[in-house]
């Protein structure tokens, strides 16, 4: 229509000015959740393109789980994010952390809820199974309110950028070793974000002891 009026620029132009003109939303203020040790950590899926396997290529995985109150991450890399996947993920993660947060934050990912109404929700039985056995509580984040899981979103940005980008790994297994190497090494040695003048590690030894046992 505006060509038709003479206009010569081009869309990607056009574009820039209404987007300078369209009225903007106001920004949402967000009040910074915190966490005591051992309360609570948070669970996600990240995808990482395909690998190759003999002549197929599989989707490659991430499953995510960090402390709230430390940031350590757990990171393991899968070719799908089935429910056996998810279940191996959690086992694998409270190994390695050698403890369990009372409270673990999913996004509404099938894997964790089948069917949510407002506050009405179905949990995967799956789930509530391994829930009752660790003793943890499951606790779905509210639809559309990211902010609310922002440590594990935060910790797969990290993991992309810091981990992942042009590293290079002959199959799964060797990528699982060097995700275990890092996250116990680079990872964990990384400044606090509480507080810059401790790690990680720091934070984590502090947590460790208030986690719940393992079964």
């Known amino acids: 229509m505006i060509k038709e009026r003479g206009y010569p620029g081009g869309p990607d132009h056009l574009r820039r000015i209404v987007g300078r003109l369209r009225p903007k939303k106001p920004a949402e203020a967000f009040q910074r959740l915190r966490t005591l040790p051992g309360e609570q950590g948070q669970v996600d899926w990240a995808h990482f393109g395909k690998l190759q396997i003999g002549r197929a290529l599989r989707a490659l995985w991430a499953f995510v789980m960090v402390l709230s109150y430390s940031r350590r991450?757990?990171?393991?890399?899968?070719?799908?994010?089935?429910?056996?996947?998810?279940?191996?993920?959690?086992?694998?993660?409270?190994?390695?952390?050698?403890?369990?947060?009372?409270?673990?934050?999913?996004?509404?990912?099938?894997?964790?809820?089948?069917?949510?109404?407002?506050?009405?929700?179905?949990?995967?039985?799956?789930?509530?199974?391994?829930?009752?056995?660790?003793?943890?509580?499951?606790?779905?984040?509210?639809?559309a309110r990211g902010n609310e899981k922002g440590r594990v979103e935060r910790a797969i940005r990290y993991v992309r950028e810091a981990f992942f980008a042009a590293r290079t790994y002959t199959d799964l297994a060797d990528l699982n070793r060097q995700a275990l190497e890092w996250s116990s090494t680079a990872a964990l040695d990384r400044s606090w974000v509480e507080d810059r003048s401790r790690t990680v590690r720091q934070a984590f030894e502090e947590e460790r002891g208030v986690l719940l046992p393992l079964p």
């Not at 409270?94 to 089948?114: M, T």
């Open 73 to 143: 991450i757990f990171l393991q890399f899968f070719h799908g994010a089935a429910m056996p996947f998810f279940v191996r993920g959690h086992v694998e993660a409270f190994s390695a952390f050698q403890g369990i947060p009372r409270v673990l934050l999913y996004d509404n990912l099938k894997s964790a809820v089948l069917e949510r109404h407002g506050d009405a929700i179905r949990f995967h039985p799956t789930l509530l199974e391994m829930a009752a056995h660790y003793r943890f509580e499951p606790r779905p984040v509210a639809v």
